[in-house]
């Protein structure tokens, strides 16, 4: 996922087409890469939705299929 320059309390969420969240990681304020990465080997094959928040407000959210 592209990372917007906005980092403040930021978190990339994964969640599933049922909106539950599979997995929520913390981006650090000092993170300097523009890209961010998740693993989904652990996850079935299927559609996902990855978001990015900032101080609690959603930034953007892709859909992201997962294909092993």
């Given at each position: 996922?592209?990372?917007?320059?906005?980092?403040?309390?930021?978190?990339?969420?994964?969640?599933?087409?049922?909106?539950?969240?599979?997995?929520?990681?913390?981006?650090?304020?000092?993170?300097?890469?523009?890209?961010?990465?998740?693993?989904?080997?652990?996850?079935?094959?299927?559609?996902?939705?990855?978001?990015?928040?900032?101080e609690?407000?959603?930034?953007?959210?892709?859909?992201?299929?997962?294909?092993?």
């Amino acid at each position: 996922m592209l990372l917007p320059t906005r980092r403040q309390n930021a978190q990339v969420q994964l969640t599933d087409m049922q909106g539950r969240t599979l997995q929520s990681v913390s981006v650090p304020p000092d993170y300097s890469g523009r890209y961010f990465s998740i693993s989904t080997q652990d996850l079935p094959n299927g559609a996902y939705l990855v978001s990015y928040t900032s101080e609690g407000k959603i930034v953007g959210t892709a859909k992201v299929v997962v294909q092993h």
